[in-house]
């Protein structure tokens, strides 16, 4: 099975400071990554996602992430941060292929306080 | 468009109630989830269908009943429900198995 850590429980940074939000994972074989953010009173939105190709990519609100294979990690990184991106941060990992394709596998989460 | 949507929103329930959660998209998926989160914790796998199968089941105790009527629904029937179910159980859609998953708002539960 499995396992996603996040290394940071709370992260406390002032508006323009740079991010950067850890993620390990243990698993096997090929993976699926994602990151998740949950933003007060919100649901869970995708924020970006990784299956192949460039180890960096690109989502939603400036956001980046890098995998790097012969760490396990999938870090979350953005150049300047806002205080509206004040939430929950979320690592997810899934298997490639399989029955457990299906089995998406979050981190405990990273709890981000943008200050202003 | 990427919305799931469930209803109720806040579903408060006694012991020995029998209630329903809903969830509905419209995104052509043919893998759908129900998850429960408890605060401050990341979401739990408790179902899966695929291709309206139900293919997943994390041994979730059996006061839990889902159902999966066609493609785009999902419902999570509730009986003799604990005080300890209380979450806010969401509700996912993917494409298929290894696709993102796309969630909803969810339905906060309170059992009292």
């Known amino acids: 099975a499995q396992s996603v850590s996040q290394h940071n429980h709370h992260v406390i940074l002032s508006e323009a400071a740079s991010l950067e939000l850890g993620c390990n994972y243990s698993?096997?074989?090929?993976?699926?990554l994602f990151w998740y953010v949950q933003y007060p009173g919100q649901h869970l939105q995708l924020l970006l996602k990784?299956?192949?190709?460039?180890?960096l990519v690109k989502g939603i609100k400036g956001f980046e992430a890098e995998f790097i294979k012969s760490k396990f990690s999938f870090n979350l990184r953005k150049p300047s941060v806002q205080w509206s991106d004040t939430a929950e941060y979320f690592c997810?990992?899934?298997?490639?292929?399989?029955?457990?394709?299906?089995?998406?596998?979050f981190g405990k989460g990273t709890k981000l306080s943008v200050i202003p | 468009d990427t919305e799931v949507t469930q209803t109720p929103k806040h579903l408060v329930m006694g012991m020995t109630n029998k209630k329903s959660l809903k969830c509905e998209q419209h995104?052509?998926?043919?893998?759908m989830y129900w998850y429960k989160q408890k605060a401050k914790k990341p979401p739990e796998l408790m179902f899966v269908?695929?291709?309206?199968?139900?293919?997943i089941n994390e041994s979730v105790p059996s006061r839990f009943s889902p159902e999966c009527p066609n493609s785009s629904l999902l419902n999570l029937h509730l009986h003799a429900l604990q005080p300890e179910d209380s979450a806010l159980y969401l509700c996912?859609?993917?494409?298929?198995?290894?696709?993102?998953?796309?969630f909803g708002p969810g339905t906060r539960l309170t059992v009292l």
């Open positions: 269908y695929s291709y309206e199968k139900l293919s």
């Open positions: 990784y299956f192949s190709g460039d180890p």
């Open positions: 996912a859609s993917s494409q298929e198995g290894g696709s993102a998953q796309y």
């Open positions: 997810a990992v899934m298997p490639y292929s399989g029955a457990g394709s299906y089995q998406l596998t």
């Open positions: 995104m052509g998926h043919r893998a």
């Open positions: 698993y096997g074989g090929t993976v699926n």
